[in-house]
């Protein structure tokens, strides 16, 4: 059973902080990482998709992913009360599998 | 340009009675999913179609069925339905479930069951 682990929160931060997600995984064959953010009663929405070692930036955010110890985290840099959202860790094995596992998704709170 | 397009967004129902949820995308992609999303419980794959003509089951595919109708549409269909099923349904696709592109979602059907 491939599993996909964050801590559900709430994580609380104050505005213009740095806030950090986490996410493990089990499965080692894991391919493609990405992080989606969920605000409530919406849909979720793609913000980053990272697939090597190492960090990537998009703006406000960096993903960092770490194949030797199955990590993947989101940073997000001077966080906004708009960031205020569920953020879903999704992790693909790739090949023949066409499943995405998704974890269980950490509550983001910025405070103003 | 529509993207994901669910329908219909909000339903009502009561127990024993059927309905069918319609996905349909204008993204030319080949592999559709249905998933449902309870509290505390994350999304969950019911079923998903890794191309037009194959359909297999996800995670939690008791009580529902699916249709690939063509390269567009992909339904899911609750013949009777349970208390139990109460959920935020959302479909969603991508290019090609081997080509590790991620998935893009419709904004979901909130379907309560009394």
């Known amino acids: 059973q491939k599993e996909v682990e964050q801590n559900s929160g709430p994580l609380s931060v104050p505005e213009g902080a740095i806030a950090s997600l986490n996410c493990t995984y089990s499965d080692r064959g894991s391919q493609s990482f990405f992080w989606y953010r969920q605000y409530s009663g919406k849909s979720p929405e793609l913000i980053m998709s990272i697939y090597s070692n190492g960090d990537k930036e998009d703006g406000r955010f960096t993903a960092q992913l770490n194949k030797a110890s199955q990590y993947v985290s989101l940073l997000i840099r001077d966080s906004q009360p708009s960031d205020s959202a569920t953020y879903l860790c999704?992790?693909?094995?790739?090949?023949?599998?066409?499943?995405?596992?998704f974890g269980k998704g950490t509550l983001l709170t910025v405070n103003p | 340009n529509a993207g994901v397009t669910q329908t219909p967004k909000f339903q009502v129902l009561k127990t024993g009675q059927s309905m069918t949820l319609q996905c349909a995308q204008d993204m030319n992609h080949n592999s559709m999913y249905w998933y449902r999303q309870d509290p505390g419980m994350g999304l969950r794959l019911i079923y998903y179609?890794?191309?037009?003509?194959?359909?297999d089951k996800g995670e939690v595919p008791n009580g529902y069925n699916v249709s690939r109708l063509n390269k567009r549409e992909f339904s899911l269909r609750l013949e009777s339905a349970a208390p139990s099923q109460t959920s935020v349904y959302f479909c969603a696709t991508t290019t090609d479930g081997q080509s590790n592109q991620p998935q893009h979602f419709g904004d979901g059907t909130r379907l309560s069951i009394l």
């Open positions: 179609s890794a191309s037009e003509g194959t359909t």
């Open positions: 999704a992790v693909n094995g790739g090949g023949s599998n066409y499943k995405l596992t």
